[in-house]
């Protein structure tokens, strides 16, 4: 088994149920699940995942996308020294939303022991 498909599986038995079908394409997603669903993959450690989240999604998302990066200084490479900062109250709210909805305790208890350690 691939690392990729070891972190789906993962993703996958952690998520609820809408996450779910936004991964396995039953739901439509829209340009705020995707950033929703790469930050948070990225957030739990699965880079591997994120990039297939990427691969297969991001090509309808290239107008908003786009967007974003117009919205840099022209004189900025590194996003991170840009002027515009990322709502990290908004991103907060997926990690708090996204760790709710873990169906296993067990998890959600893991979950929410490694969000204490950075708010």
């Known amino acids: 088994m691939y690392q990729k498909d070891i972190e789906r599986f993962a993703f996958l038995?952690?998520?609820?149920?809408?996450?779910?079908?936004?991964?396995?394409?039953?739901?439509?997603?829209?340009f705020q699940d995707f950033d929703r669903l790469v930050f948070i993959t990225e957030f739990?450690?699965?880079?591997?995942?994120?990039?297939?989240?990427?691969n297969q999604f991001s090509?309808?998302?290239?107008?908003?996308?786009?967007?974003?990066?117009?919205q840099l200084p022209e004189d900025?490479?590194?996003?991170?020294?840009?002027?515009?900062?990322?709502?990290?109250?908004l991103r907060d709210q997926w990690l708090r939303e996204f760790c709710a909805s873990v169906p296993d305790e067990e998890v959600r208890g893991l979950i929410n022991n490694r969000l204490s350690k950075i708010w």
């Open 13 to 30: 038995y952690m998520c609820g149920q809408r996450d779910k079908c936004l991964i396995q394409g039953k739901v439509k997603m829209t």
């Open 44 to 54: 739990l450690g699965l880079d591997r995942l994120s990039l297939e989240i990427w």
């Open 59 to 70: 090509a309808q998302f290239q107008a908003q996308l786009e967007d974003l990066e117009n």
């Open 76 to 89: 900025s490479e590194d996003m991170a020294s840009a002027e515009f900062i990322v709502d990290t109250q």
